[in-house]
Protein backbone atom coordinates (compact mmCIF):
# COMPACT_ATOMS: atom_id res chain seq x y z
CA UNK A 1 0.00 0.00 0.00
CA UNK A 2 2.85 2.43 1.02
CA UNK A 3 4.89 1.25 -2.06
CA UNK A 4 1.51 2.01 -4.27
CA UNK A 5 1.10 5.69 -2.82
CA UNK A 6 4.83 6.30 -2.89
CA UNK A 7 4.61 5.61 -7.02
CA UNK A 8 1.93 7.37 -7.43
CA UNK A 9 3.27 10.51 -5.84
CA UNK A 10 6.28 9.71 -8.36
CA UNK A 11 4.31 9.52 -11.01
CA UNK A 12 1.77 13.00 -10.20
CA UNK A 13 4.99 15.39 -9.56
CA UNK A 14 6.56 16.06 -13.21
CA UNK A 15 10.00 17.38 -13.63
CA UNK A 16 8.11 20.50 -14.87
CA UNK A 17 6.18 20.80 -11.77
CA UNK A 18 9.05 20.78 -9.56
CA UNK A 19 10.40 23.48 -11.97
CA UNK A 20 7.18 25.87 -10.90
CA UNK A 21 7.64 25.07 -7.57
CA UNK A 22 11.37 26.08 -7.20
CA UNK A 23 10.99 28.87 -9.49
CA UNK A 24 8.02 30.77 -7.73
CA UNK A 25 9.26 29.66 -4.00
CA UNK A 26 12.16 31.90 -5.00
CA UNK A 27 9.77 34.42 -3.73
CA UNK A 28 9.46 33.39 -0.28
CA UNK A 29 13.04 32.68 -0.17
CA UNK A 30 13.71 36.27 -0.61
CA UNK A 31 11.33 37.18 1.84
CA UNK A 32 14.08 35.13 4.58
CA UNK A 33 16.81 36.12 2.89
CA UNK A 34 15.58 40.23 3.86
CA UNK A 35 14.11 39.68 6.75
CA UNK A 36 17.49 38.41 7.99
CA UNK A 37 19.83 40.03 5.79
CA UNK A 38 21.10 43.00 8.83
CA UNK A 39 21.27 40.48 11.42
CA UNK A 40 24.43 39.51 10.75
CA UNK A 41 26.50 42.74 9.65
CA UNK A 42 24.50 45.28 11.99
CA UNK A 43 27.47 46.27 13.75
CA UNK A 44 29.62 46.65 10.69
CA UNK A 45 26.68 48.28 8.73
CA UNK A 46 25.55 50.84 11.87
CA UNK A 47 29.94 51.84 12.24
CA UNK A 48 29.48 50.23 15.68
CA UNK A 49 32.64 47.93 15.16
CA UNK A 50 35.48 50.29 16.41
CA UNK A 51 37.83 49.00 12.80
CA UNK A 52 35.36 50.14 10.71
CA UNK A 53 34.24 53.19 12.47
CA UNK A 54 37.79 54.33 12.24
CA UNK A 55 37.84 54.10 8.75
CA UNK A 56 34.85 56.10 8.06
CA UNK A 57 35.84 58.69 5.62
CA UNK A 58 39.48 58.03 5.39
CA UNK A 59 39.12 56.72 1.97
CA UNK A 60 37.63 59.99 0.02
CA UNK A 61 37.83 57.56 -3.68
CA UNK A 62 35.46 55.67 -2.35
CA UNK A 63 32.21 56.51 -3.52
CA UNK A 64 30.11 54.52 -0.96
CA UNK A 65 30.87 54.85 2.76
CA UNK A 66 32.17 51.82 4.51
CA UNK A 67 29.12 51.82 6.99
CA UNK A 68 26.36 54.47 7.66
CA UNK A 69 26.59 55.29 11.18
CA UNK A 70 22.80 55.19 13.42
CA UNK A 71 21.24 54.86 16.45
CA UNK A 72 19.57 51.93 18.47
CA UNK A 73 15.96 53.47 17.01
CA UNK A 74 17.43 54.44 13.77
CA UNK A 75 18.42 50.64 12.77
CA UNK A 76 14.96 49.32 14.06
CA UNK A 77 13.05 51.87 12.40
CA UNK A 78 15.51 50.45 9.33
CA UNK A 79 14.18 46.69 9.94
CA UNK A 80 10.76 47.50 10.83
CA UNK A 81 10.41 49.00 7.24
CA UNK A 82 10.88 46.10 5.97
CA UNK A 83 8.12 44.49 7.46
CA UNK A 84 5.54 47.95 6.77
CA UNK A 85 6.25 47.12 2.78
CA UNK A 86 5.31 43.73 3.75
CA UNK A 87 1.74 44.14 5.20
CA UNK A 88 1.20 46.50 2.18
CA UNK A 89 2.30 44.48 -0.10
CA UNK A 90 0.32 41.44 1.39
CA UNK A 91 -2.82 43.83 1.38
CA UNK A 92 -2.38 44.58 -2.19
CA UNK A 93 -1.47 41.65 -3.66
CA UNK A 94 -4.81 39.58 -3.03
CA UNK A 95 -6.90 41.59 -5.39
CA UNK A 96 -4.24 42.26 -7.89
CA UNK A 97 -3.69 38.25 -8.15
CA UNK A 98 -7.84 37.78 -8.14
CA UNK A 99 -7.99 40.39 -11.23
CA UNK A 100 -4.52 40.28 -13.35
CA UNK A 101 -3.31 36.57 -12.13
CA UNK A 102 -0.65 34.81 -10.53
CA UNK A 103 1.66 34.87 -12.90
CA UNK A 104 1.63 39.12 -13.68
CA UNK A 105 1.53 39.27 -9.80
CA UNK A 106 4.54 37.19 -8.89
CA UNK A 107 6.71 39.23 -11.87
CA UNK A 108 5.67 42.54 -9.80
CA UNK A 109 7.06 41.16 -6.89
CA UNK A 110 10.59 40.37 -8.82
CA UNK A 111 10.77 43.93 -9.88
CA UNK A 112 10.02 44.98 -6.43
CA UNK A 113 12.24 42.80 -5.14
CA UNK A 114 15.51 44.38 -7.23
CA UNK A 115 14.39 47.37 -6.89
CA UNK A 116 14.53 47.70 -3.27
CA UNK A 117 17.92 45.22 -2.93
CA UNK A 118 19.51 47.52 -5.47
CA UNK A 119 18.55 50.79 -3.09
CA UNK A 120 20.05 48.89 -0.22
CA UNK A 121 23.10 48.02 -1.87
CA UNK A 122 23.97 51.60 -2.72
CA UNK A 123 22.40 53.46 -0.13
CA UNK A 124 24.63 56.30 1.67
CA UNK A 125 22.32 57.06 4.37
CA UNK A 126 19.19 55.53 6.47
CA UNK A 127 16.22 57.12 4.25
CA UNK A 128 17.48 55.80 1.10
CA UNK A 129 18.28 52.02 2.98
CA UNK A 130 14.86 51.95 4.44
CA UNK A 131 12.99 53.08 1.06
CA UNK A 132 14.72 50.11 -0.21
CA UNK A 133 14.00 47.68 3.08
CA UNK A 134 10.18 49.20 2.42
CA UNK A 135 10.32 47.89 -1.63
CA UNK A 136 11.60 44.48 -1.19
CA UNK A 137 8.97 44.13 2.14
CA UNK A 138 6.36 45.06 -0.75
CA UNK A 139 8.10 41.91 -2.70
CA UNK A 140 8.01 39.88 0.45
CA UNK A 141 4.83 40.27 1.37
CA UNK A 142 3.30 39.52 -1.56
CA UNK A 143 5.12 36.76 -2.08
CA UNK A 144 3.62 35.20 1.13
CA UNK A 145 0.39 35.68 -0.48
CA UNK A 146 0.75 34.65 -4.04
CA UNK A 147 2.90 31.96 -4.13
CA UNK A 148 0.89 29.65 -1.24
CA UNK A 149 -1.75 30.11 -3.69
CA UNK A 150 -0.53 29.31 -7.07
CA UNK A 151 1.57 26.44 -5.37
CA UNK A 152 -2.11 24.85 -3.76
CA UNK A 153 -3.76 25.24 -7.46
CA UNK A 154 -0.43 23.58 -9.27
CA UNK A 155 0.23 20.91 -6.73
CA UNK A 156 -1.36 17.74 -6.99
CA UNK A 157 -4.31 17.10 -4.84
CA UNK A 158 -2.73 14.52 -2.66
CA UNK A 159 0.38 16.07 -2.54
CA UNK A 160 -0.82 19.86 -1.65
CA UNK A 161 -0.13 19.44 2.43
CA UNK A 162 3.84 18.39 0.82
CA UNK A 163 4.17 21.24 -1.45
CA UNK A 164 2.08 23.49 1.16
CA UNK A 165 5.46 23.63 3.17
CA UNK A 166 7.47 24.53 0.81
CA UNK A 167 7.13 28.39 1.14
CA UNK A 168 7.83 28.12 4.84
CA UNK A 169 10.83 25.79 4.11
CA UNK A 170 11.86 28.18 1.51
CA UNK A 171 12.17 31.16 4.08
CA UNK A 172 14.03 29.33 6.00
CA UNK A 173 16.16 28.32 3.09
CA UNK A 174 16.51 32.48 2.51
CA UNK A 175 17.48 32.68 6.29
CA UNK A 176 20.14 30.34 6.72
CA UNK A 177 21.29 31.86 3.31
CA UNK A 178 21.62 35.37 4.19
CA UNK A 179 23.17 34.01 7.62
CA UNK A 180 25.84 32.35 5.95
CA UNK A 181 26.83 34.98 3.74
CA UNK A 182 26.27 37.37 6.78
CA UNK A 183 29.58 35.19 9.22
CA UNK A 184 31.93 35.47 5.84
CA UNK A 185 30.79 39.29 4.43
CA UNK A 186 30.40 41.21 7.90
CA UNK A 187 33.56 43.17 7.71
CA UNK A 188 34.46 46.41 6.08
CA UNK A 189 32.69 47.26 2.94
CA UNK A 190 32.06 43.65 2.01
CA UNK A 191 28.39 43.87 3.88
CA UNK A 192 27.22 45.70 0.75
CA UNK A 193 27.97 42.14 -1.01
CA UNK A 194 25.19 40.72 1.12
CA UNK A 195 22.20 43.04 -0.16
CA UNK A 196 23.75 43.27 -3.76
CA UNK A 197 22.94 39.18 -3.47
CA UNK A 198 19.22 39.84 -3.23
CA UNK A 199 19.59 41.75 -6.78
CA UNK A 200 21.00 38.35 -8.40
CA UNK A 201 18.04 36.53 -6.60
CA UNK A 202 15.15 38.90 -7.59
CA UNK A 203 16.51 39.04 -11.37
CA UNK A 204 17.03 35.05 -11.43
CA UNK A 205 13.31 34.59 -9.99
CA UNK A 206 12.20 37.69 -13.29
CA UNK A 207 14.14 35.24 -15.50
CA UNK A 208 12.38 32.27 -14.30
CA UNK A 209 9.40 33.34 -14.62
CA UNK A 210 9.28 34.15 -17.94
CA UNK A 211 9.02 30.36 -18.54
CA UNK A 212 5.82 29.81 -16.11
CA UNK A 213 2.37 29.76 -16.91
CA UNK A 214 -0.49 31.08 -15.52
CA UNK A 215 -2.54 29.18 -12.53
CA UNK A 216 -5.05 26.46 -14.58
CA UNK A 217 -7.76 27.61 -11.82
CA UNK A 218 -7.51 31.21 -12.50
CA UNK A 219 -7.48 30.66 -16.05
CA UNK A 220 -10.03 28.08 -15.55
CA UNK A 221 -11.92 30.76 -13.35
CA UNK A 222 -11.13 34.37 -15.22
CA UNK A 223 -9.92 34.13 -18.79
CA UNK A 224 -9.82 30.57 -20.68
CA UNK A 225 -11.21 27.36 -19.69
CA UNK A 226 -9.73 25.42 -22.38
CA UNK A 227 -6.42 26.70 -21.79
CA UNK A 228 -6.78 25.65 -18.62
CA UNK A 229 -7.11 22.16 -19.47
CA UNK A 230 -3.90 22.22 -21.60
CA UNK A 231 -2.15 24.22 -19.16
CA UNK A 232 -2.87 21.87 -16.13
CA UNK A 233 -2.06 18.56 -18.30
CA UNK A 234 1.19 19.62 -19.50
CA UNK A 235 1.66 20.17 -15.34
CA UNK A 236 0.42 16.79 -14.73
CA UNK A 237 2.43 15.21 -17.73
CA UNK A 238 0.60 13.84 -20.93
CA UNK A 239 0.10 10.15 -19.04
CA UNK A 240 -1.85 11.22 -15.97
CA UNK A 241 -5.67 12.03 -16.10
CA UNK A 242 -7.06 15.39 -14.92
CA UNK A 243 -10.79 14.57 -15.19
CA UNK A 244 -11.20 14.60 -11.18
CA UNK A 245 -9.11 18.15 -10.85
CA UNK A 246 -11.26 19.83 -13.44
CA UNK A 247 -15.01 18.63 -12.77
CA UNK A 248 -15.85 22.01 -11.03
CA UNK A 249 -14.47 24.00 -13.85
CA UNK A 250 -16.89 25.23 -16.31
CA UNK A 251 -14.91 23.95 -19.49
CA UNK A 252 -17.35 23.59 -22.51
CA UNK A 253 -18.38 19.52 -23.26
CA UNK A 254 -17.69 20.15 -26.94
CA UNK A 255 -13.59 20.02 -26.63
CA UNK A 256 -11.38 19.06 -29.34
CA UNK A 257 -11.06 15.37 -29.78
CA UNK A 258 -7.00 15.83 -28.56
CA UNK A 259 -8.11 17.15 -25.49
CA UNK A 260 -10.77 14.39 -24.46
CA UNK A 261 -8.09 11.84 -25.21
CA UNK A 262 -5.77 13.47 -22.37
CA UNK A 263 -8.14 12.38 -19.75
CA UNK A 264 -9.10 9.66 -18.36
CA UNK A 265 -12.34 8.05 -20.50
CA UNK A 266 -14.16 6.45 -17.77
CA UNK A 267 -14.69 9.55 -16.26
CA UNK A 268 -15.59 11.45 -19.71
CA UNK A 269 -19.49 10.12 -18.91
CA UNK A 270 -19.36 11.22 -15.50
CA UNK A 271 -17.51 14.66 -16.28
CA UNK A 272 -21.15 15.20 -18.79
CA UNK A 273 -22.99 15.14 -16.10
CA UNK A 274 -21.38 17.16 -13.27
CA UNK A 275 -20.52 20.07 -15.39
CA UNK A 276 -23.93 21.86 -15.22
CA UNK A 277 -25.15 23.28 -12.00
CA UNK A 278 -22.12 23.02 -9.38
CA UNK A 279 -19.01 24.19 -12.19
CA UNK A 280 -21.72 27.54 -13.29
CA UNK A 281 -22.67 28.45 -9.26
CA UNK A 282 -20.92 31.74 -8.64
CA UNK A 283 -19.42 32.22 -5.10
CA UNK A 284 -20.40 35.10 -3.87
CA UNK A 285 -17.08 36.60 -1.81
CA UNK A 286 -17.21 38.48 1.53
CA UNK A 287 -15.11 41.39 1.98
CA UNK A 288 -12.60 42.31 4.49
CA UNK A 289 -14.55 44.09 6.81
CA UNK A 290 -17.48 41.96 6.08
CA UNK A 291 -16.46 38.77 7.87
CA UNK A 292 -15.72 41.04 11.01
CA UNK A 293 -19.42 42.12 10.92
CA UNK A 294 -20.76 38.78 10.25
CA UNK A 295 -21.02 36.75 13.40
CA UNK A 296 -20.55 33.60 10.98
CA UNK A 297 -16.76 34.09 9.80
CA UNK A 298 -15.79 36.46 13.41
CA UNK A 299 -14.76 33.71 15.13
CA UNK A 300 -12.25 32.35 12.30
CA UNK A 301 -10.99 35.78 11.99
CA UNK A 302 -10.43 35.96 16.14
CA UNK A 303 -8.84 32.54 15.47
CA UNK A 304 -6.02 33.42 13.10
CA UNK A 305 -5.20 36.84 14.47
CA UNK A 306 -4.54 34.94 17.77
CA UNK A 307 -2.58 32.86 16.18
CA UNK A 308 -0.82 35.35 14.65
CA UNK A 309 -0.04 37.14 17.50
CA UNK A 310 1.28 33.70 19.45
CA UNK A 311 3.86 33.36 15.91
CA UNK A 312 5.67 36.70 16.78
CA UNK A 313 4.76 37.35 20.51
CA UNK A 314 6.07 34.13 21.39
CA UNK A 315 9.46 35.75 20.52
CA UNK A 316 10.89 34.21 16.97
CA UNK A 317 11.96 37.01 15.27
CA UNK A 318 13.93 38.64 18.55
CA UNK A 319 15.91 35.68 17.46
CA UNK A 320 15.78 36.19 13.68
CA UNK A 321 16.56 39.35 13.23
CA UNK A 322 18.50 40.39 16.23
CA UNK A 323 20.50 37.20 17.63
CA UNK A 324 24.15 38.67 16.55
CA UNK A 325 23.77 41.62 18.42
CA UNK A 326 21.38 40.27 20.92
CA UNK A 327 23.73 37.30 21.66
CA UNK A 328 27.54 38.71 21.53
CA UNK A 329 29.72 38.07 24.08
CA UNK A 330 27.29 35.97 26.23
CA UNK A 331 27.55 32.50 24.59
CA UNK A 332 30.60 30.16 24.25
CA UNK A 333 30.88 30.50 20.68
CA UNK A 334 30.48 32.95 18.07
CA UNK A 335 27.20 34.34 18.01
CA UNK A 336 27.10 34.68 14.03
CA UNK A 337 28.13 30.86 14.17
CA UNK A 338 25.07 30.26 16.49
CA UNK A 339 22.78 32.32 14.35
CA UNK A 340 23.72 29.73 10.92
CA UNK A 341 23.21 27.23 13.27
CA UNK A 342 19.94 28.62 14.61
CA UNK A 343 19.02 28.62 11.23
CA UNK A 344 19.84 25.14 10.05
CA UNK A 345 18.32 23.76 13.45
CA UNK A 346 14.84 26.07 11.86
CA UNK A 347 14.84 24.50 8.81
CA UNK A 348 15.50 20.89 9.37
CA UNK A 349 12.69 20.83 11.85
CA UNK A 350 9.98 22.34 9.18
CA UNK A 351 10.85 19.81 7.01
CA UNK A 352 11.01 16.77 9.70
CA UNK A 353 7.98 18.77 10.85
CA UNK A 354 6.14 18.86 7.91
CA UNK A 355 3.81 15.68 8.24
CA UNK A 356 3.19 15.89 11.73
CA UNK A 357 0.16 18.29 11.73
CA UNK A 358 -1.64 15.61 9.14
CA UNK A 359 -1.02 13.43 12.11
CA UNK A 360 -1.28 14.80 15.67
CA UNK A 361 -3.41 17.38 14.05
CA UNK A 362 -3.01 21.76 13.80
CA UNK A 363 -4.09 22.75 16.98
CA UNK A 364 -1.87 19.67 18.84
CA UNK A 365 1.03 21.92 16.43
CA UNK A 366 0.11 24.73 18.21
CA UNK A 367 0.15 23.87 22.20
CA UNK A 368 3.33 21.76 21.71
CA UNK A 369 4.87 24.42 19.92
CA UNK A 370 3.84 27.91 22.01
CA UNK A 371 4.71 25.44 25.38
CA UNK A 372 8.13 24.45 23.75
CA UNK A 373 8.68 28.25 22.79
CA UNK A 374 7.80 29.54 26.31
CA UNK A 375 9.60 27.12 28.08
CA UNK A 376 13.16 27.55 26.25
CA UNK A 377 12.04 31.88 26.65
CA UNK A 378 11.99 30.96 30.47
CA UNK A 379 15.29 29.07 30.07
CA UNK A 380 16.94 31.80 28.24
CA UNK A 381 16.04 34.39 30.54
CA UNK A 382 17.05 32.66 33.38
CA UNK A 383 20.29 31.68 31.71
CA UNK A 384 21.23 35.33 30.47
CA UNK A 385 20.97 36.41 33.71
CA UNK A 386 22.65 33.35 35.66
CA UNK A 387 25.46 33.77 32.28
CA UNK A 388 24.92 29.76 31.74
CA UNK A 389 26.43 29.95 28.41
CA UNK A 390 25.77 26.72 27.65
CA UNK A 391 22.15 26.73 28.59
CA UNK A 392 21.95 29.79 26.80
CA UNK A 393 23.02 28.30 23.59
CA UNK A 394 20.90 25.32 24.02
CA UNK A 395 17.43 27.18 25.07
CA UNK A 396 18.04 29.16 21.95
CA UNK A 397 18.18 26.68 19.47
CA UNK A 398 15.45 24.77 21.25
CA UNK A 399 13.64 27.99 21.21
CA UNK A 400 13.31 27.69 17.48
CA UNK A 401 13.39 24.16 16.77
CA UNK A 402 9.77 24.82 18.87
CA UNK A 403 8.51 27.46 16.62
CA UNK A 404 9.23 25.56 13.79
CA UNK A 405 7.09 22.63 15.03
CA UNK A 406 3.80 24.25 15.32
CA UNK A 407 3.90 28.03 14.97
CA UNK A 408 5.67 28.36 11.83
CA UNK A 409 4.14 26.47 9.37
CA UNK A 410 0.68 25.64 10.56
CA UNK A 411 -0.62 29.39 11.22
CA UNK A 412 -0.94 30.10 7.31
CA UNK A 413 -2.37 26.14 7.03
CA UNK A 414 -5.25 27.37 9.31
CA UNK A 415 -6.31 30.00 7.75
CA UNK A 416 -8.06 28.80 4.31
CA UNK A 417 -9.72 25.41 7.02
CA UNK A 418 -11.88 27.79 9.07
CA UNK A 419 -14.17 29.38 6.34
CA UNK A 420 -15.42 28.33 3.58
CA UNK A 421 -14.54 29.28 -0.13
CA UNK A 422 -16.20 32.52 -0.24
CA UNK A 423 -14.18 33.91 2.41
CA UNK A 424 -10.35 32.51 2.27
CA UNK A 425 -9.67 35.19 0.97
CA UNK A 426 -10.64 38.15 3.30
CA UNK A 427 -9.31 35.57 5.99
CA UNK A 428 -5.85 35.43 4.46
CA UNK A 429 -5.88 38.72 4.62
CA UNK A 430 -6.79 39.19 8.40
CA UNK A 431 -4.57 35.99 8.83
CA UNK A 432 -0.78 38.26 6.80
CA UNK A 433 -2.39 42.02 7.69
CA UNK A 434 -2.30 41.03 11.88
CA UNK A 435 1.19 39.20 11.09
CA UNK A 436 2.92 41.87 9.19
CA UNK A 437 1.10 44.27 12.46
CA UNK A 438 2.68 42.03 14.87
CA UNK A 439 5.67 41.40 13.38
CA UNK A 440 6.61 44.95 13.31
CA UNK A 441 5.73 45.39 16.99
CA UNK A 442 8.41 43.26 17.46
CA UNK A 443 10.77 44.40 14.32
CA UNK A 444 10.35 48.11 15.64
CA UNK A 445 10.19 47.95 19.66
CA UNK A 446 12.13 44.74 21.10
CA UNK A 447 15.43 46.32 20.64
CA UNK A 448 14.43 49.42 22.00
CA UNK A 449 12.72 47.51 24.78
CA UNK A 450 15.40 44.74 25.41
CA UNK A 451 17.98 47.69 25.95
CA UNK A 452 16.24 49.42 28.63
CA UNK A 453 15.15 46.47 30.83
CA UNK A 454 19.21 45.44 30.64
CA UNK A 455 20.41 48.66 31.37
CA UNK A 456 17.26 49.76 34.38
CA UNK A 457 17.59 46.04 36.06
CA UNK A 458 20.86 45.30 34.77
CA UNK A 459 22.14 42.31 33.05
CA UNK A 460 20.96 40.78 30.00
CA UNK A 461 17.84 38.55 29.17
CA UNK A 462 15.03 40.44 30.81
CA UNK A 463 12.83 40.58 27.49
CA UNK A 464 12.78 37.18 27.72
CA UNK A 465 10.19 36.96 30.59
CA UNK A 466 7.73 39.05 28.66
CA UNK A 467 7.66 36.32 26.00
CA UNK A 468 7.07 33.77 28.31
CA UNK A 469 4.23 35.60 30.12
CA UNK A 470 3.33 35.86 26.08
CA UNK A 471 3.36 32.46 25.46
CA UNK A 472 1.18 31.39 28.87
CA UNK A 473 -1.29 33.95 27.08
CA UNK A 474 -1.07 32.05 23.99
CA UNK A 475 -1.75 28.77 25.20
CA UNK A 476 -4.75 29.66 26.90
CA UNK A 477 -5.82 31.46 24.05
CA UNK A 478 -5.47 28.35 21.87
CA UNK A 479 -7.19 25.70 24.21
CA UNK A 480 -10.21 28.09 24.06
CA UNK A 481 -10.77 29.85 20.94
CA UNK A 482 -8.76 27.82 18.20
CA UNK A 483 -10.45 24.65 17.06
CA UNK A 484 -8.90 21.16 15.45
CA UNK A 485 -9.54 21.42 11.93
CA UNK A 486 -7.45 18.21 10.50
CA UNK A 487 -10.20 15.66 9.18
CA UNK A 488 -12.91 18.17 8.94
CA UNK A 489 -14.82 18.28 5.90
CA UNK A 490 -15.67 21.80 5.92
CA UNK A 491 -15.87 24.97 8.59
CA UNK A 492 -19.24 23.73 9.30
CA UNK A 493 -18.08 20.85 10.77
CA UNK A 494 -14.88 22.27 12.10
CA UNK A 495 -17.36 25.01 14.51
CA UNK A 496 -19.72 22.05 15.42
CA UNK A 497 -22.61 23.88 13.42
CA UNK A 498 -25.71 22.42 12.01
CA UNK A 499 -26.86 24.57 8.57
CA UNK A 500 -29.41 23.34 6.21
CA UNK A 501 -28.66 22.74 2.50
CA UNK A 502 -29.50 25.90 0.02
Not at 280 to 298: A, M, T
Not at 332 to 353: G, K, W
Not at 452 to 480: E, K, M, P, R
Request: hydrophobic share 45%.
Amino acid sequence: MASTSLRQCIRDVTLYLVYLIFVTTLGPLQFGFHLSELNAPQDVITCKEREVADHVGSQPDSRLPQCIPMSEPEFAFLSSMFVVGGLAGALVSGPVSTAYGRLLSMRLTSAFFILGSALETLARDVPIMSTGRFFAGIGAGASTVIVPLYISEVAPPKERGLFGTMTQVMINTGILFTQTLGYYLSSGPLWRIILGVGVGLGLLQGIGLCFVPESPAWLAAHKDPQQAVKTLQRIRGTGNSIAEEIEEWDVNTSMPEEEVLLRDPEAAPRRLSTISKSSQKSVEHIGFFGVVRDPLYRPAIVAVVGIMFAQQFCGINSIMMYSVSLLSGVLPMSSALLTIMISIVNLCTTIACAPLADKVGRKACLLLSISGMGSMALCLALSLRWEVKILSAISVLLFVASFATGLGPVPFMMASELVGQEAVGATQSWCLASNYVFTYIVAQFFPIINSYLNQHYGGAGWAYFIFTAFAVISFLFVSWKVPETRGKRGPDEVWGRDRRAD
